[in-house]
């Protein structure tokens, strides 16, 4: 079965306490990304990585890491937690044939005090 | 600037019934539409999509509609079936240096009244 993991599914956290977000996928995509998603604001896209060792920035990276060492897995990092950073995020995998085999993570949603 | 809109936050429609889905856009580079359907606590699931070379494409009950002149597409589902309850989210896709950008709308809650 297509699966995409995301863990923790939910997270309280403090400002300035490093998290890492973990995002895992068996469908061999080489294509991977994240997504913030915000009242009014509709799903934004954080990072994305077209394959192994290849990561760069979309629309909102500011104050996120990422990091594409094996194909399977790309964790998300807030070095810095912010209040702004409150939100769902949701991980994203393609497949060879394009937008049509997009797949979605099921979400974590963190809240930063 | 939000480049994909869906003016309308929610939607009540009776089963059985047309549920009409709209969204508007404004960036005319946008070449690739699709319109994802997300339950609570899960992530968005696709749909179904289009071409802007096409102005219509069905998919059983699901048909998406393209309007290119008006940069307005609709998603249209017929008939309305209570487990179509769901928000739904139209996206827009360009070519951003290599990699194939989604830009999403806010999202439409559908409520199916049985």
């Known amino acids: 079965e297509a699966q995409v993991t995301q863990n923790p599914r939910y997270l309280i956290t403090v400002t300035g306490k490093k998290l890492t977000v973990t995002c895992s996928q068996n469908m061999n995509h080489e294509y991977m990304s994240w997504y913030r998603q915000d009242p009014g604001l509709g799903l934004r896209q954080i990072y994305y990585s077209m394959n192994v060792e290849v990561t760069d920035k979309g629309d909102v990276p500011e104050g996120y890491k990422v990091s594409r060492k094996e194909k399977r897995n790309f964790p998300l990092i807030l070095e810095s937690p912010s209040p702004n950073q409150t939100s769902l995020y949701f991980c994203?995998?393609?497949?060879?044939?394009?937008?049509?085999?997009?797949?979605f993570g099921p979400g974590t949603r963190l809240t930063v005090l | 600037d939000q480049q994909v809109k869906q003016n309308s936050p929610s939607l009540s429609v009776q089963e059985g019934r047309i549920s009409i889905l709209n969204c508007d856009y404004t960036?005319?580079?946008?070449?690739?539409f699709l319109w994802y359907k997300k339950y609570p606590a899960e992530g968005p699931t696709f749909l179904i999509s289009i071409s802007s070379i096409k102005d219509k494409n069905e998919d059983g009950r699901f048909t998406v509609f393209l309007n290119k002149s008006a940069k307005h597409l609709s998603l249209h589902i017929v008939p309305s079936q209570p487990g179509d309850s769901a928000v739904y989210f139209c996206?827009?896709?360009?070519?951003?240096?290599?990699?194939?950008?989604?830009?999403f709308g806010t999202g439409t809650r559908l409520t199916i009244i049985p």
């Open positions: 996206a827009a896709s360009e070519m951003d240096f290599g990699n194939e950008k989604l830009t």
């Open positions: 960036n005319s580079m946008f070449d690739y």
């Open positions: 994203a995998t393609r497949g060879a044939g394009g937008l049509d085999t997009q797949y």
